[in-house]
């Protein structure tokens, strides 16, 4: 990294963060490197906390909400502190981005344009939610006035994946405390670092402790731990598909409450009467952002035979004109990927598509030759005549487009839903009935019409099939970190049988 070019100090350890303190870093603990991806410098080294030390902040997160302190805070109290994190994060943005390009390897224009806003506006969101929320009252029954409540569940725990850390765990911290929760969260292992100034500015916000705890480590033993704690009453996950059944199986056993949001391989579908030129450019941001490591990338564009030719050759000669570089750099496109086992599954896809018949690599494919460190990789594109290759089933997560052609309506929504994922969709046309005719069979829980990446916080957000179970976003993520409690009061004495007199 080139150091000139950021202002922070990076911490040097990354510890548990347990009712307002941060634990000391003890010697016994096991330790993991946190690892720079432009130059594979080691950066700070991660403190795991064990089953012991995850029980220790279930039991703090637990305590707080016991003593009311915040989950029996009135609306307006709770609102005041989540606009004041948002206004923290925002005078905080500067090293807290920094942070997360030296943890992500994301170019800093994309967090500070778009992640760490995106980070503050979830504390605005829900602030204003909770300000604004009713819940229904029965009077149909002249006797009984009956209506709803709804209180927090208790004991959140939050675990995030690596690709866009604060954004992410944000909506889900956010999501907890706005409703009462408290609150255990778990980073991914790779990218800590951004959360401590983060932790940091909660308590400068006036929120009490032991709300918000945080716990670091790898996911099968952390992140186990947490599935398996007692004292844990829900489990907000985010992360990849498989991680998501094993979470999911393992939650069920201490039945907590629980919402995967999980991986995709997303349809983004050009007819040839699209405006061509807004498509072209929509279905570069939509896979190239990132560093192509979103989970709603449109990884799979579908374009309709007419136009085909053209827009390959368009969206190829854009690729190589994309800026790889060092993710400091402001006018970098594509930094490096998060760590060497993601570059090696990335170059694995590259390799088969290699091989295969019913592919052809147009550009990329490799590690680019101009980056003797870091965990590079060229964006690359490939087309393919088959929608059942890896290339078009797998998630790869990585800079790395699939290109197939279609004739007519009916082959392209058969090739999008021939997919065991259903997160997002985008669909390119000026055809009204296209459009209405596409935005209904499409099985996948957003359609885009017309633009990419459009997330809609008021709306409901997650995926069909293997793309996860429930949503997040207004009224969902309330569902999720509220219990219904259903009051019933009578209006009137009625007569009440009278058991056991004679
Ligand atoms: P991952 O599943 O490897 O890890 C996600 C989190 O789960 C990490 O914090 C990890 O430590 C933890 N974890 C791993 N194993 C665990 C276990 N056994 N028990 C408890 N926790 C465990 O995912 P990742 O590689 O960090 O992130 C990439 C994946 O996330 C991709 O598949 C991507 O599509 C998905 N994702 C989905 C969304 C969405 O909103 N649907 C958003 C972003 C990313």
Redesign the pocket.
């Known amino acids: 990294m080139d150091k000139k070019k950021t202002k922070i100090n990076t911490p040097q350890t990354v510890t548990s963060y347990i009712n307002g303190e941060w634990v000391e870093p003890k010697k016994s603990t096991h330790q993991l490197p946190i690892i720079h991806p432009a130059n594979e410098a080691e950066v700070s080294i991660l403190y795991e906390a064990d089953a012991k030390e995850v029980k220790t902040a279930a039991k703090a997160a637990k305590k707080t909400f016991e003593s009311g302190l915040w989950s029996k805070a009135s609306v307006d109290d709770r609102k005041a502190v989540l606009l004041a994190i948002r206004d923290l994060i925002l005078e905080n943005q500067e090293e807290i981005a920094e942070l997360e390009v030296m943890n992500t390897g994301v170019p800093i224009a994309q967090v500070c344009g778009r992640q760490i806003p995106r980070s503050a506006m979830n504390f605005e969101f829900f602030a204003e939610f909770i300000s604004q929320a009713s819940s229904p009252v029965f009077d149909q029954n002249p006797d009984y006035i009956t209506y709803v409540r709804r209180e927090p569940v208790g004991v959140a725990g939050l675990?995030?994946?690596?690709?866009?850390p604060m954004a992410?765990a944000t909506m889900k911290v956010a999501g907890a405390i706005a409703f009462g929760n408290s609150c255990v969260l778990?980073?991914?292992?790779l990218t800590p670092l951004g959360f401590i100034p983060f932790m940091n500015l909660l308590s400068k916000a006036g929120l009490p402790d032991g709300v918000v705890n945080m716990v670091n480590g790898?996911?099968?033993v952390t992140?186990?731990a947490?599935?398996q704690e007692e004292d844990i009453d829900l489990i907000a996950?985010?992360?990849?598909?498989e991680?998501g059944r094993?979470?999911a199986s393992?939650a069920g056993k201490t039945l907590k409450k629980t919402v995967t949001?999980?991986?995709?391989k997303s349809a983004n579908i050009i007819f040839s009467d699209a405006d061509f030129e807004r498509a072209l450019d929509a279905a570069l941001v939509a896979i190239f952002s990132n560093n192509g490591q979103?989970?709603l990338a449109g990884s799979r564009i579908l374009v309709e035979k007419p136009i085909a030719k053209e827009f390959k050759k368009r969206f190829v000669e854009r690729v190589h004109n994309l800026k790889i570089g060092d993710p400091y750099d402001k006018n970098t496109e594509i930094g490096p990927l998060i760590s060497r086992n993601q570059n090696e599954r990335v170059a694995s896809f590259a390799d088969a598509a290699e091989q295969s018949k019913n592919t052809n690599i147009l550009c990329g494919g490799k590690r680019p030759k101009a980056f003797e460190k870091g965990y590079y990789f060229e964006p690359t594109v490939v087309e393919s005549s088959d929608n059942q290759s890896a290339i078009c089933q797998e998630?790869i997560?990585g800079p790395f487009a699939t290109i197939l052609e279609f004739e007519g309506i009916e082959e392209a929504l058969q090739i999008t839903n021939d997919s065991k994922f259903g997160?997002v969709s985008y669909v390119w046309s000026t055809d009204v009935r296209k459009i209405m005719k596409a935005q209904a069979d499409i099985r996948a829980g957003v359609v885009w019409v017309n633009t990419p990446l459009m997330r809609e916080l008021r709306a409901p957000f997650g995926?069909y099939k293997n793309?996860?179970i429930g949503r997040d976003g207004g009224e969902w993520s309330r569902n999720l970190f509220t219990e219904e409690k259903t009051v019933s009061i009578p209006l009137k004495d009625f007569p009440i049988a009278k058991l056991g007199e004679r």
């Open positions: 675990i995030a994946p690596w690709n866009a992410l778990k980073p991914s292992e790898r996911g099968g992140g186990a947490m599935t996950f985010t992360g990849g598909t991680t094993l979470i393992e949001e999980l991986g995709g979103q989970c998630e997560f997160l995926g793309s996860g």
